[in-house]
């Protein structure tokens, strides 16, 4: 394989990011020429204070930071002039939807054949669906993939052809317990993929000792204010000790009940909690179900407490998001 053009690193300032952000600045992985960080927008005041931090360490290290975006995500999703884009956010069908089950019967020569269709109101759980996610793509690939472009020498003013045989090495923090969200599939002809954590056997604990003993400390989870795959331990920390970002949530939560001020309105309702109920009521304390039929609230009955704890503890990668099927690049 040739040597690359670059060697960048796509920083989410996280707990995997941040360990190799600090083993390139110390020198343990040499070769870095840049750093890259895709700003939402709306990433909580924590995240931005670690990419401050982080870019002390950089300029130390004589490594450039890269801070790129794409817009808002917050203000676009509300903003009716702006270009629709898919939130992965929780959904409800109105309570009259009606699904159609099939009716099998066994033929003469002793195989299922469907006869016929009985059709019946939807449970509440029938009724649960998830939104398409293109924020991801939109307001991380997208600026991430345009600033490589354009260290690699593409000309303005758009920036999309790369000079022929230039070509990116992307560092991406991926520990040895996410090997399921690796993708080694080409994304474009002016990139490719790199996992140093995978290489060097390191899990996420691994990283988190490393942080540690290099004196770094904590790092909080990189993903948006509202992102509808927090756990319920997210939500909970943000209502008990981060009180203006659960009030922005629990706003953006209302405004979005109807899917936004985008094209057409929902039929039935959007949430950010997978309870598809409203933020400010939905279960994110630890109660057991005994508890919720003690209060008599059926609502609940069919709800997972479990399944949402923690969400995605690593929060939001551009190359491995949770939420459905891989962006494009």
């Given at each position: 394989?040739?040597?690359p ?6 920083l ?12 390139a600045?110390?020198g ?5 020429d ?55 956010y ?12 099939e ?22 759980r ?7 996610r293109?924020c ?8 991430i993939?345009?600033a490589?472009?354009i ?33 080694d599939?080409?994304e474009?002809r ?20 490393y ?19 927090h ?23 209302h ?12 039929t039935?309702q959007a949430f950010?909690?997978?309870s ?17 039929k ?10 997972d ?25």
């Amino acid at each position: 394989m040739s040597t690359p053009t670059l060697r960048l690193l796509s920083l989410g300032a996280g707990v995997q990011s941040t360990t190799l952000a600090l083993m390139a600045c110390r020198g343990e992985l040499p070769g870095l020429d840049g750093a890259i960080f895709a700003d939402t927008g709306w990433e909580p005041p924590a995240v931005y204070a670690q990419v401050d931090r982080l870019e002390a360490e950089f300029s130390r290290a004589g490594i450039p930071l890269h801070r790129v975006g794409n817009g808002h995500l917050r203000k676009d999703s509300l903003d009716p002039d702006h270009r629709f884009v898919s939130i992965p956010y929780f959904t409800l069908a109105p309570e009259n939807t009606m699904v159609r089950d099939e009716i099998i019967e066994v033929d003469e020569n002793g195989q299922s054949v469907i006869v016929g269709y009985h059709e019946r109101l939807a449970t509440r759980r029938e009724r649960e669906g998830i939104g398409r996610r293109q924020c991801t793509s939109e307001y991380k690939i997208r600026p991430i993939n345009r600033a490589v472009r354009i260290l690699l020498g593409a000309r303005a003013p758009r920036y999309l052809r790369v000079p022929k045989g230039r070509v990116a090495e992307q560092w991406i923090g991926f520990s040895t317990d996410e090997i399921g969200r690796v993708n080694d599939r080409p994304e474009n002809r002016y990139s490719r993929k790199r996992y140093p954590l995978l290489e060097l056997g390191m899990s996420r604990k691994a990283c988190e000792r490393y942080l540690r003993r290099t004196g770094w400390g904590h790092t909080v989870k990189s993903s948006c204010i509202g992102c509808p795959h927090h756990g319920n331990a997210h939500w909970r920390d943000m209502r008990d000790n981060h009180p203006t970002e659960w009030a922005d949530a629990v706003a953006f939560d209302h405004a979005i009940r109807k899917g936004g001020d985008h094209g057409t309105p929902l039929t039935g309702q959007a949430f950010l909690h997978r309870s598809c109920l409203p933020l400010d009521i939905a279960p994110i304390d630890r109660v057991t179900r005994g508890e919720w039929k003690d209060r008599q609230l059926d609502l609940f009955d069919d709800y997972d407490y479990d399944l949402d704890e923690d969400g995605d503890t690593d929060g939001c990668s551009p190359y491995g998001c949770t939420s459905g099927a891989p962006a494009a690049a």
